[in-house]
């Protein structure tokens, strides 16, 4: 028997994989501050799936709260899967933004799943397996299409991914960020946005079908909207080939030319 733990599994993608790992046979330990719609999900999954869920409430901004679920990565029963899904949107320009909410973002978007993949990642070297799924965002790709800083929390999400799925990798742990773009969720109500406005919004279930497609195959990057993979490819080997590129020295366009 698995277990996966599922933060922001209330609602949106993380009811879409407390889901899916349900009907794989996986224990769960859902996450969440909406005790009651836990609950719901649990007693569904318990009965439709015969498997055992742990309901743990908390407020991932709280750090008390953000601690007794790093705790319960640590010990109790292994976590073979962390999934990182909490999060939320914070609509409009940097300039006006209140920093209080600012404050709030990155410890939800940035603080929790980071501090929760370093409680989790110890026992998962030791076993030599595990998962941890983060969610990211196309936008961390195109920071210009969304104003304040909603997308460098998911640039965040992708680099932190990606080094450490290079640290934990050979030792057996794999890493995986998903990259949504639109997804049909209460995210954007939630940061009071209208859903209708916004073009090409991918259902929900279908998002994470795809990411566990790729999950399945064990890829670094998964972007379930992007049709033509190579366009990734091209961006990803642009970056692998960067270290050769670096010098000791400025480069030529940096040299102050005529000063002595
Ligand atoms: N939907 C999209 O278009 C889209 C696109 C790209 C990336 N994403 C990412 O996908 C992830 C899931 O979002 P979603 O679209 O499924 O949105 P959602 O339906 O609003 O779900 C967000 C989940 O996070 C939980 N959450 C929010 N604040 C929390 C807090 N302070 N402590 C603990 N849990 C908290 C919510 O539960 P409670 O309110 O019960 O706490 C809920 O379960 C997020 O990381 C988001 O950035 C979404």
């Known amino acids: 028997m698995s277990t996966a733990l599922i933060t922001g599994a209330s609602s949106g993608i993380g009811a879409a994989y407390a889901r899916r790992f349900a009907a794989r046979g996986y224990d769960l330990v859902v996450v969440a501050r909406a005790t009651e719609r836990l609950e719901t999900l649990a007693t569904e999954l318990r009965e439709t799936h015969r498997i055992s869920v742990e309901v743990l409430p908390a407020d991932l901004t709280n750090a008390v709260q953000l601690e007794a679920v790093a705790t319960r990565l640590r010990s109790g029963s292994p976590i073979d899967v962390l999934v990182n899904n909490a999060g939320a949107a914070l609509l409009g320009n940097f300039e006006t933004a209140d920093p209080a909410s600012m404050e709030r973002l990155l410890s939800l978007n940035v603080t929790a799943p980071t501090l929760l993949a370093s409680a989790a990642i110890g026992g998962m070297v030791k076993r030599g ?41 050979p030792k057996g742990v794999y890493v995986q960020a998903v990259l949504p773009a639109a997804t049909k969720t209460e995210i954007w109500e939630r940061a009071g946005a209208d859903l209708s406005q916004i073009p090409n919004v991918m259902e929900v279930d279908d998002l994470v079908d795809a990411a566990l497609v790729g999950f399945d195959r064990r890829e670094a990057v998964t972007i379930p909207p992007l049709s033509d993979a190579s366009l990734w490819e091209a961006f990803e080997g642009a970056r692998a080939v960067l270290p050769s590129g670096l010098g000791a020295k400025p480069a030529e366009r940096y040299r102050a030319h005529g000063h002595a």
């Open 129 to 169: 397996s595990g998962a941890i799924i983060n969610l990211g965002s196309v936008v961390s790709l195109m920071p210009g299409y969304f104003p304040g800083i909603y997308s460098a929390t998911k640039s965040y999400i992708l680099t932190f991914s990606q080094g450490l799925a290079a640290e934990v990798g």
